[in-house]
């Protein structure tokens, strides 16, 4: 790691396991969930927050010192909802079908917590560089929940990833199929992010006791 | 005729919004300070309470701004020159700037003139500004082109009496929960989530609320009976709850 020390690598490296936004700080599940049914939209949204979160924390930093802290709150939402603006037309002209299935989510990355809360928390208080990767590290941790949500639901959903199917033709019978495998249609559904997410919990506490928390 | 149609739209997106597209269950809108605020029913009421009342005044606000400023051609108004004008890039900004604008000026005015109100609700609405639940309303309040200021108005109380539901219904389950023997990795965040998810199940099921036919009279009836089957819902989770304290004791 010639280009970072171990304390700057440290800021990308710990949210992504034992400081991870979703799992353990409890933010940005709002808008984490509902478009994970897919593999395709998840990544899309992992790089939007990456990129909000990335050039947020550099913009907030820049300017922390010349914002005055009572309309702190505002000022961020304009910093974020202009960035926010940028991804949904970036999305719509590029992407229109995807932006379409996203909806109002990409809209909802302005209220996203993580955002909000690695704002205050640190772009206020550190340098830009530090605070970049702090956002890139944030960011990246929520992707990595988001893509391994997707990663499932997809697969067990509708056997295909990135819309190609990986199991086999469910209707020629081909691949898992023919051996009786069906698709379970419930993992499309909303309910099952909150328990593949509660499972991902699990997992993770059971690897890392020091997380564990009182009833 | 066309009167009772028009109750019947407003009886339907009211209970739309509370059961059916419930905003934690269907669309997980607000889930962050769902998950944080929901340790104790007291205060799950408290900001409950708040996120009904900044819903009720920001979705119909965030209505009139679409209609007459963002929305292709509503500057019309203005002057027929204006007709060509599509302002929508600009709704995420300035609905965010409405709701952070709203949520000041009812702390200040709730501050001066109630406060009792403002013991009780006043330090969650700070908390508001940034939850996406209010943000969400006003964003499918406009991709599903709610079409009257008063619907919108309905919209806005009735998905926020839908949160309100959420959070009053998971605070008491983990207050109960408390007793149990959750297995300790999944104590805290991981049952939360396991127990909203099976909560969502539930809900799902009153997807076949306003489906049930063509009939105006069938759709009445369909939803007077409604609240009655909410209630034993949640009787039904209670004495569930009981039922696991009991095996524990």
Partial sequence: MGLLSKKDANLILDPLTDNNPITIQVLGICSALAITAELEASIVMAISVIFVLGVGNVVISLMRNIIPSKIRIIVQLIVVATLVIIVDLVLKAFAYELSKTLSVFVGLIITNCIIMGRFEAFALGNGVWKSFLDGIGNALGYGVILIIVGFFRELLGSGTLLGIPVLGDPIAKTGLYSIGYENNGFMLLSPMALIVVGIIIWIQRTKNKALIEDN | MTSTSHTMEHVELFFKSIFIDNMVFATFLGMCSYLAVSKKVSTAVGLGAAVIFVLAITVPLNWLLDQYILQEGALVW????????????????????????????????????????????????????????????????????????????????????????????????????????????????????????????????????????????????????????????????????????????
Avoid: H
């Fill in chain 2, 78 to 249: 203005l002057g027929p020159e204006f007709a060509a004008y599509d302002l929508s890039f600009l709704s995420f900004i300035m609905f965010i700037a409405t709701i952070a604008t709203m949520v000041q000026l009812v702390e200040i005015v709730v501050e001066k003139f109630s406060p009792a109100l403002y013991n009780s609700l006043g330090i969650f609405l700070p908390l508001i500004a940034v939850n996406c639940a209010i943000l969400g309303g006003s964003l499918f309040m406009q991709s599903r082109e709610i079409a009257t200021f008063g619907l919108a108005l309905n919209y806005g109380v009735s998905s926020g009496i839908g949160w309100f539901l959420a959070i009053l219904a998971i605070a008491a389950i983990r207050e109960k929960i408390r007793y149990s023997n959750v297995p300790a990795p999944l104590r805290g965040l991981g049952i939360t989530f396991i127990i909203t998810g099976l909560m969502a199940i539930g809900f799902m099921s009153f997807g076949g609320m306003l489906t049930g036919g063509d009939e105006e009279t069938v759709n009445e009836e369909t939803t007077v009976n409604v609240q009655p089957e909410a209630e034993q819902l949640e009787q039904v989770e209670n004495s569930d709850d009981t039922a696991v304290l009991a095996e524990t004791n």
